[in-house]
């Protein structure tokens, strides 16, 4: 997690541009399932980035071992100040239908659904914001579909948490 503050407080002195590419390497490094031990009794942190100037999510692909705990970085590195973006963690197929209801949810309720086919999920970010938040991996093994559910983001920022 203090790597995570670093990026953002490296944002003052030299721009998004550098935090991407530093933020990119940290993700594709923390990907890894062999990755998914608990340390000290505390869960891996899965850093999670929106692709300045582009409606994606990097990394697009997570594997996790059933049932770990693991705590989600998300963080809008989009410069755009009315790129909003989140992130909703969804049920096996269920990425169309919650990225539907999602949009219907509307901005109060950050565009996401009450829904069970919603996992966990973000609050809606602005430009520069991250949160971080602890999920429960899945028992089911198989590909849970992670989206943004912000009206006309879904076909291009998500992404597939495949659990094994």
């Known amino acids: ?6 990026i953002f407080n490296l944002k003052k002195r030299v721009g998004v541009g550098l935090i991407a590419l530093v933020a990119s390497q940290v993700s ?12 000290n009794g505390r869960p891996v942190v899965r850093v999670i980035h929106t692709v300045p100037g582009k409606n994606e999510f990097t990394p697009n692909l997570l594997t996790e071992n059933r049932g770990a705990k693991v705590k989600v ?55 520069g914001e991250s949160e971080t938040f602890e999920i429960q991996i899945p028992d089911v093994p198989g590909d849970y579909p992670f989206l943004c559910t912000v009206p006309g983001h879904a076909e291009s920022t998500r992404g597939i948490l495949r659990v094994k």
């Not at 997690?1 to 670093?6: D, F, G, K, L």
């Not at 594709?28 to 340390?39: A, F, G, I, N, R």
């Not at 809008?76 to 096996?92: G, K, M, R, T």
């Not at 197929?93 to 949810?105: H, I, R």
Request: hydrophobic share 45%.
């Open 1 to 6: 997690m203090s790597a995570h503050v670093n």
């Open 28 to 39: 594709v490094l923390s990907c890894t399932p062999s990755d998914t031990t608990v340390s």
């Open 73 to 127: 970085s998300f963080a809008n590195l989009d410069q755009n100040p009315d790129s909003l973006h989140n992130w909703v963690l969804a049920s096996i197929g269920a990425g169309v239908d919650v990225a539907n209801a999602g949009a219907l949810a509307g901005v109060a309720r950050s565009f996401v659904p009450e829904s069970r086919q919603v996992l966990a999920h973000s609050r809606l970010l602005k430009p």
